[in-house]
């Protein structure tokens, strides 16, 4: 964008030809000091930001969104090539190779999978590069969107703060997250186990998420990837029916709980009010006073249940009144 500065005075904007000569595109008139036509800057800024949206993926309604995300060179684009079976994303060591997402359609049992190899997501203090910035945002962008992120990891390196921010950054989204180990050909096989707990340990979130080791450019475990990213996709569509939520809500009911002042909580009901992620809704009569501890002890209750591992799940607190007891 080009715009030409200290056009201060009101009324007409002087001939802008000399600058439309720099072939940078239309000059955009305006003053830093009196604050003129920055509205418009404003509104051709927002314009431009429209079109790199464009650039993103296209996605399929039917199918399973895949978001392959991570940092450079975890491979990435090797494990869609894998799963292409041919060379569809430039493949290269040198990190920053990606620009676009690429994509791939896949059926895997009966699941359709529409997978998006995206650019790598960053540290906020690296994208200063225009180019890199807007491929780091389509990348986040694509983990909106997405219904479920694989998140690689580059097992013969170690993980990084990165990467446990970009995990972090997916369940903040409520996109469903699959974690896969990446390169596991170059690491000792027997070691797996070890390296899923450690990971656990260190990051207590991912209980509720697999973690797979993988190897994009053998095919090790690639096919159980597939088939746990399918199940987590499929899982994040299913509704509860409102009759067996409620009976779980009623197993609850029967437990005492109190504020710190000791009025009785109650949980009347809940619904399911939204799939993809799955969200409920949960009415009490004291729906601030709800403990966290409790809170998550019922959001570990629905997981286990409905066997939502790999999902985040929404849980709303909403106010009802409570059935008044009747004293005699
Ligand atoms: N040994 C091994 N190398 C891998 C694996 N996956 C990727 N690589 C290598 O890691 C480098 C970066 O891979 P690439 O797919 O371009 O990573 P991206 O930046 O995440 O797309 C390349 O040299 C790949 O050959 C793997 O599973 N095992
Ligand atoms: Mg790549």
Known sequence: ????????EAGPVAPLDEFYRLGLGEPLP?????????GDLLD???????????????????????ALVGRPNVGKSTLINHLAG????????????????????LTWQDSHLQFVDTAGLRRRSKVDDPVEFYSTRRAANSI?????????IDGAEGWVMQDARIMEQVIKS????????NKWDLVAESTAD??????????????????????????????????????????????IPTARLNKIIQQFSGEYLATQEGRDIRLLYATQHAINPPA????????????????????????????????PLRIAWRHRKGYREVRS
């Open 174 to 181: 409520g996109c469903g997250l699959v974690v896969a180990i």
């Open 86 to 105: 041919y060379q569809v994303s430039i493949v290269h060591d040198r990190p920053g190779t990606t620009r676009d997402p690429t994509q791939l359609r």
């Open 30 to 38: 305006v003053s830093a000091v009196t604050g003129r036509r920055s």
């Open 194 to 239: 070890e390296y899923r707990h450690e990971l656990r340990d260190r990051y207590p979130f991912l209980r509720n998420y697999p973690v797979l080791c993988i190897s994009g450019l053998t095919g090790r475990r690639v096919h159980k990837c597939l088939e746990v990213v399918a199940a987590v996709g499929n899982k994040r569509r299913t509704r």
């Open 144 to 152: 909106d969107q997405a219904d479920v992120a694989v998140v690689l």
């Open 280 to 311: 409920f809704t949960i009415f009490t009569n004291l729906p601030r006073s709800v403990p966290g501890n409790y809170r998550r002890h019922i959001e570990n209750r629905l997981r286990s249940e409905f066997d939502f591992e790999g999902t």
């Open 1 to 8: 964008m080009l715009a030409v500065n200290k056009v201060d």
């Open 44 to 66: 051709a800024l927002i314009a431009l930001f429209d079109e790199v949206e464009a650039y993103g993926p296209e996605w399929d309604e039917a199918a399973i969104r895949v």
